[in-house]
């Protein structure tokens, strides 16, 4: 919880602001190997707190993210590169100030040779 002071007309208010940071869901599985759009929902305590992302794979981009406030955004997973490729796990982290970051992880298909 963050607190706020709000000064109104010469009187002094104090308010909690809920301080969190949610995505949802953040587990992938079974990712086709021809690549994929995945959608995640990120939650916040309110419509002014900030949030940041970064991708921390290559083959995985974040797109349509919108801070501050919540979003719905796409996770675009690339697709395997031509010849036989083993699974692969990636990951996208969430973070904002004073909440634990949030490890989105996606989880792709091997492609078969």
């Not at 308010?15 to 021809?34: A, G, H, Q, W």
Request: charge should be negative; proline fraction near 7%.
């Amino acid at each position: 919880m963050k607190r706020n002071l709000i000064v109104h007309h010469g009187l002094n208010f104090e308010r909690t602001i809920p301080v969190y940071l949610s995505v949802k869901p953040t587990t992938f599985n079974n990712v086709d190997y021809e690549g994929d759009d995945l959608s995640a929902d990120v939650d916040v305590g309110s419509e002014a707190q900030e949030w940041s992302y970064i991708e921390d794979d290559a083959w995985l981009l974040v797109m349509g993210a919108s801070s501050p406030g919540d979003d719905t955004l796409t996770i675009r997973v690339a697709a395997q590169p031509a010849g036989e490729q083993p699974p692969r796990q990636g990951t996208v982290t969430f973070s904002s100030t004073d909440c634990p970051d949030v490890v989105v992880t996606v989880n792709q298909l091997a492609r078969p040779g």
